[in-house]
């Protein structure tokens, strides 16, 4: 049976009082649960007495694994610490992020992409062989013909250079010649020289290509490959000379068509 003379509340408290309990008092001083925490709500007579004050302060509330809100802050911050210690730890030589002139030195910006059905070389240079080709295989010294098409994928993936016998918008217009070049004689791009080295007549390669083994100053006029077309030209200008946040990553489809 309720002792409605011992307490003056439903919950245990430090001193008794002489008061009856007050039951549609009690009703009120349910405890929190599952679904909804509500605060207890002690009657005046006890907690009002600064000795009791600290016996009837409200628990901070929790979740269903019982950890309250500050637990749950210093968790995520040892975590972002643990992470930020191990990214210290990584190669120089692996940028974190892709680069944009307006977040240089910034620990944010557009994380760097690593597609995980192409192969990443030590330069940054990820590639893919849509088709692997036969016969004689490029080297340092030759003289390669190939067909390719670009495209700025850091930045809507717009289209720079069609393949041969373009077709639609700005590209249409007679076959364009296929373009020529010695590999090991540095006249085109980094990644482009790496990509074509190894491959077999008839192959064709698809590469992800990072800024820093891209167009050297971020201008194609320096080194080749460059767009056949003033339309082309204007698309990957713009993207490589502004200094703002844009991702300068681009995609090439190289296919090798013969060597000469």
């Avoid at 968790?75 to 944009?100: C, F, I, N, R």
């Avoid at 364009?176 to 064709?204: N, Q």
Wanted: proline letters at 7%; a positive charge; glycine letters at 8%.
């Amino acid at each position: 049976m309720l002792d409605t003379t011992s307490r003056c509340c439903g919950h245990s408290a430090p001193r008794l009082c002489d008061r009856p309990v007050n039951l549609e008092n009690l009703q009120s001083h349910r405890s929190f649960s599952e679904s909804s925490w509500r605060p207890l709500r002690p009657a005046k007579c006890c907690a009002d007495k600064p000795e009791n004050q600290r016996a009837f302060a409200s628990p901070p509330p929790t979740d269903r694994l019982g950890i309250n809100r500050r637990q749950v802050v210093e968790l995520a911050a040892g975590a972002v610490l643990l992470k930020a210690q191990d990214g210290s730890t990584a190669s120089a030589a692996e940028p974190k992020y892709e680069t944009m002139d307006a977040l240089k030195g910034k620990d944010y910006g557009k994380a760097r992409t690593k597609y995980p059905d192409y192969t990443m070389t030590e330069s940054g240079l990820q590639y893919q062989d849509l088709r692997p080709g036969s016969g004689q295989q490029a080297q340092s010294g030759s003289l390669c013909e190939v067909d390719w098409d670009g495209y700025t994928i850091g930045y809507y993936g717009r289209p720079f250079e069609a393949r041969n016998k373009p077709k639609g918008s700005s590209f249409t217009g007679d076959d364009k010649d296929f373009f020529k070049f010695t590999l090991g004689d540095h006249s085109v791009i980094p990644a482009f020289e790496e990509a074509v080295s190894g491959m077999k007549i008839g192959g064709i390669r698809r590469i992800v290509v990072p800024p820093e083994i891209g167009y050297p100053d971020n201008d194609f006029r320096k080194q080749g490959p460059v767009p056949t077309t003033f339309s082309g030209k204007r698309t990957l200008d713009f993207v490589l000379k502004n200094h703002g946040m844009i991702d300068k990553t681009l995609l090439f489809d190289i296919e090798l068509i013969k060597i000469l």
